[in-house]
């Protein structure tokens, strides 16, 4: 049929399907703006504006646009320099987006900006309240939502001619002691709420308060709230990401998924779906080798069993593969799909996992060609086993007081990226596979990928564009061998892009646990012995399941140690056995086992302190792990290789407690009924006229590691150009983290330009040096140094080729020699001690056209011997109701020793992002399965993630030291964040309203029972 639209000004006149959505439609016409996130109308990633008004264009169907206006984000601004041609610029939303901090993946950016936009079209002075409404249609996984509201203030006051603070400073300042600054300020210590209307007023903190290490405060670039360097393309919807792409006769792929948990396939007959018209191929797995492999992306070996074929003639959960389609359009490879016949011998489903280990128990894993990494025992469901001895921890408990035990449970929840997994692959002019994927690990999909498509490592191509988010899900070879089998089959490029439900229930997702803690403790508050036993189901594959669990007892665990002499010789055990189940496989996901760690071991340490009558932020101190002592476990334990002991440099653990307190206002809340009880006005407290509320206050302390020490290695390459600019290549992974960003502001540290002057590009297997991808949270810090040797080595040639210049100039006018090692790199500029300056473009010119012709460049790598943990307080202020158990979170605080902050504007935008993140781990996400393995969790409808109007108060503080293992003295920043909330928040609760609850999230069921089983124990 025939429609007419018109899109961005334009009349267009186009041939559809009768069935096509505007969001097919507009992306088939080169609209990349608009994204894909869902099917269902949920996430809002396909926002266009329609007659002005935001609408989800995926479930609109193109023919209800007839004769209507259509504007997608590629009708607002664009680059203000163009060439000869002269435009008008950002528009004011992309502008305050980009200078605001809030693009951090840029996947929902363009849908974000459009519902704004609508809004300030009606409404040019929107209070904060009506922007977060404004802006709670589009899922946001990244941001928190602060940096995008308060980028959308920014801009209305802008677009009304006011003047904003520029956001150029580097942070606000904490005074020596705030105690009495923030929370003094009314009687009972109560902090004052904002004017009824307002949920906060945030419009003017963009940047965080910090504590500035006097190193950080010397530097030019480090240090500094650059804004991200790939920020202005994702405003304005360029076809940045892996599926923004159109390529002659494609086609579209489609994975018929198993409907049983654990049966074997005895038929499968395709014939149908093959003589389908449209159709270019249908693979079972007798189509294609039988090569097991592991579908964690890890360094070479993979710490884990192999246990996985691209297809198998058995399935092992509901969402496992049976069968690749590739069509000339989707609609018909789904026909197709509908078309396949199977026949299945079902087996027993394995949904328990404290029966996984049963002897004669059902058995997920018989296949001859299994591959035991360490201690996975297929025969016995056990994809992985772990056990540290740290100390004697019998010894330990036998000196104890008192001996405190109790399990803790952790649920299954998903990464939920908004950019679904995308990949297309096609065969280039030479015969070789190239594969553009979203994906978090380029090469070590190209590795683990060559054996299970029959090609060598250099016959495959991995190209990793934009990512729309990964947080874990994408450091999995998760589809990229659909589409590369049916290239294969085909010779036509493929795409294949998941669906939503897809990600539910054959993506992967948090490990669930559960965790018994056994804890002796001396009369005065000294931990003699800690213990933790795990038991984690991961589901029907062992992708990171040793690593995954193993990190569960190597963060949490270690931070505390003990006191006194128990500090020296602490007593710590873990053990861990994680095992098979027909569940869908969980994998790697932000925080990587430690959150599930932290859960146990935080709820454990407040219900010892409170049980002694400590102070529980004493309490943690008196026991943590501090500077100047051995990280417990690296005497014991490094992922199944060898263990080699590490020494904590830095820890700003007492300082990050001293102003988390704070700022949260600990001293004036904890223990004061009148605040637990009350209810505050802006003129101070007034009487509580809901008896059913309680408020309550919690906190914890977590501790995370910065990359994989003697493994992991990052690789960059810099060249200086014709004039002065510099080509920065590296094989990391900005997974929307800010990282190329980071990266290029090391570089331009060392080499004396401003941050446009280092042209970024990460990452393709072809182009890029080798790095092992985005994880462990290391890339600031691993690929960061490698960045740094190489521009040490490229403004080491600067100085040489300038010192030759200088000294041919000396032979003119009689000045003395300059030596290299005594210029300075600064402003773009090499200047010599006497004053003299040779502009960046001159040095390039002369390098590489005037004399003795060179290029100016540098490959650099790095591998770290340390994994320096940074430290965090996490507070949480939250508000129960007595009547129906619900929990809302008022507030979250999070004071962070991550090192150096490089980038203080996107480093805060990972805090408040990990802390909504982590948000949702503590009260509402979880992913549940009925008796035949099932989810019931199945689109954003029914998982709920947080929206814009949802979200409390963040307030994020870095509390800075200088690392000494790194040349800029960073740790790590994104992981942490996760790690605290949930046992903070139970904490808090606990605080509130007497409910001491094991398992997140803290639901109001949950939180309901447990207040009636404590009313009917009274
Ligand atoms: S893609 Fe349309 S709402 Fe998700
Ligand atoms: S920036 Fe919003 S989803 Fe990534």
């Known amino acids: 049929m025939n429609i007419h639209l018109n899109v961005n000004g334009q009349p267009l006149s186009l041939e559809v399907h009768p069935g096509d959505s505007l969001l097919n439609v507009l992306r088939r016409q080169g609209y990349f703006g608009v994204k894909h996130g869902c ?84 409404n040019p002075a929107p209070n904060e309240e009506q922007v977060r409404v404004a802006l709670s249609g589009v899922l946001c996984r990244c941001t928190g939502y602060l940096k995008p509201v308060q980028a959308v ?89 892996a599926g923004d792409i159109e390529m002659r006769s494609l086609l579209h792929a489609k994975v018929l998924h198993s409907p049983l948990a654990h049966a074997r396939i005895k038929r499968i007959d395709v014939s149908r779906a093959r003589a389908l018209e449209g159709v270019a191929a249908v693979l079972t797995w007798q189509d294609i080798p039988r090569v097991v492999y592991s579908t964690a992306g890890q360094s070479d070996p993979i710490p884990g069993p192999l246990d996985t074929f691209s297809l198998d003639n058995k399935v092992r959960f509901v969402g496992d593969r049976v069968a690749f389609v590739a069509a000339e359009t989707l609609e018909i490879a789904e026909q197709a799909l509908k078309l396949i016949e199977v026949e299945y011998e079902e087996l027993p489903a394995l949904l328990d996992p404290a029966r996984a280990m049963q002897e004669g128990g059902v058995r997920l894993h018989d296949e001859p060609e299994y591959k035991n990494f360490a201690d996975s025992d297929p025969s016995h469901n056990l994809a992985a086993h772990i056990h540290i001895d740290i100390g004697d921890i019998e010894k330990g408990f036998a000196a104890a007081d008192y001996i405190f035990e109790e399990e803790y449970i952790v649920p299954k929840v998903q990464q939920a990226h908004i950019e679904p997994h995308v990949v297309l692959t096609y065969w280039d002019e030479d015969d070789r596979l190239v594969i553009r994927t979203s994906t978090q690990v380029p090469f070590h999909a190209r590795r683990i990928l060559a054996p299970v498509l029959g090609l060598p490592v250099k016959r495959i191509r991995v190209v990793k564009p934009r990512i729309g988010g990964g947080f874990g899900g994408k450091q999995e070879i998760l589809i990229e061998d659909v589409a590369a089998h049916l290239t294969i089959a085909t010779h036509r490029p493929v795409i294949y892009e998941t ?38 189901d991961t589901g029907a594959y062992g992708c990171h399941a040793l690593t995954v669990t193993g990190n569960t007892g190597h963060k949490s665990m270690a931070l505390y140690v003990g006191d006194g002499l128990y500090r020296q010789k602490p007593n ?108 505050v006005g802006a003129d101070g407290i007034r009487p509580n006229d809901r008896p059913y509320i309680r408020r309550g206050i919690g906190a914890a302390l977590v501790m995370q590691g910065t990359a994989i020490p003697y493994l992991d290695m990052g690789a960059a390459s810099l060249k200086m150009n014709d004039d002065g600019s510099f080509n920065l290549l590296i094989g990391a992974t900005d997974l929307g983290t800010g990282s190329d960003t980071v990266l290029a502001q090391m570089a331009a540290e060392v080499l004396g330009v401003p941050l446009d002057d280092i042209i970024t590009y990460s990452s393709d297997t072809d182009f890029t040096p080798f790095d092992k991808g985005a994880y462990a949270s290391s890339t600031t810090y691993i690929s960061g140094a490698a960045v740094t040797r190489a521009a040490q080595q490229v403004a080491e040639r600067i100085r040489q080729r300038a010192a030759r210049m200088f000294n041919e100039q000396e032979k003119a006018t009689h000045l003395p020699n300059v030596e290299a090692d005594k210029i300075h790199l600064q402003d773009r500029q090499a200047l010599a001690p006497d004053g003299r300056a040779l502009s960046l473009e001159q040095i390039a010119r002369h390098a590489l056209h005037q004399a003795d012709q060179e290029q100016i460049m540098a490959v650099a790598s790095y591998m770290s011997p340390v994994s320096p943990p940074p430290f965090a307080a996490q507070f949480a202020e939250v508000t129960v109701d007595l009547e129906s158990g619900q929990v809302v979170v008022d507030k979250l605080v999070m004071a962070v020793d991550s090192g150096v902050i490089v980038n203080p504007l996107t480093a805060s935008g990972q805090i408040e992002g990990g802390l909504v993140q982590a948000l949702g781990y503590a009260v509402c996400e979880e992913m549940v399965y009925d008796d035949k393995g099932r989810a019931r969790e199945r689109d954003f409808n029914s998982y709920h993630i947080f929206r814009a109007h949802e979200t409390p108060e963040l307030e994020t503080i870095f509390v800075e030291t200088f690392e000494p293992s790194h040349p800029f003295g960073v740790k790590a920043v994104a992981e942490i964040p996760m790690d605290g909330v949930a046992p903070a928040v139970g904490n808090a609760v606990l605080d509130a309203c007497g409910a001491d609850i094991f398992d997140n999230p803290l639901t109001p069921e949950k939180v309901w029972r447990c207040l009636q089983m404590r009313s009917d124990q009274k």
């Open 153 to 241: 203030l920014r801009a209305a006051a802008w677009l009304r001619g006011e003047e904003m603070e520029p956001q150029d400073r580097i942070g606000f300042p904490l005074p020596p002691d705030q105690n009495a600054q923030e929370a003094d300020a009314l009687p009972g210590g109560f902090a004052p709420v904002p004017p009824a209307g307002t949920l906060l007023d945030t419009a003017q903190r963009v940047m965080p308060k910090m504590v500035v290490t006097p190193q950080t405060e010397a530097m030019q670039r480090v240090g500094k709230p650059e804004p991200k360097v790939d920020a202005v393309k994702l405003v304005q919807g360029k076809p940045a990401f």
């Open 499 to 536: 669906t939503r439900e897809e990600e539910f229930i054959a993506s992967r997702s948090r490990h669930p646990m559960r965790i018994r803690m056994k804890t002796g403790v001396l009369k005065d508050g000294t931990l003699t012995a800690n213990s933790m036993h795990a038991l984690a």
């Open 39 to 122: 099917e269902t109308g949920e996430c809002g990633a396909c926002t266009v504006l329609l007659d002005g008004k935001p609408v989800s264009s995926c479930v609109m169907l193109a023919a209800q646009a007839e004769g209507h206006a259509v504007e997608t984000i590629e009708s607002m601004g664009e680059h203000p320099e163009q060439g000869w041609r002269t435009t008008p610029g950002l528009h004011a939303l992309q502008r305050a987006f980009v200078e605001s901090g809030a693009v951090q993946c840029g996947y929902c950016t363009p849908a974000q900006i459009l519902a704004a936009r609508a809004l300030l079209d009606k």
């Open 572 to 679: 710590i055990q873990f053990v861990a056995d994680i095992v098979y189940t027909n569940h869908p496989p969980a994998g790697a996901y932000r925080g990587y086992g430690v959150p599930q760690g932290y859960w146990a071991v935080d709820r454990h340490m407040e219900r010892i302190a409170r049980k002694l009558g400590l102070d529980p932020l004493e309490f943690r101190l008196k026991n943590a792990l501090r500077a100047g002592e051995l990280h417990p476990f690296s005497t014991a334990w490094s992922e199944g290789r060898e263990p080699r002991p590490e020494t904590i440099q830095t820890c700003g653990l007492e300082e990050c407690v001293r102003q988390g307190r704070a700022v949260i206002g600990w001293d004036q809340k904890y223990g004061n009924p009148v605040w637990h009880a009350g209810l």
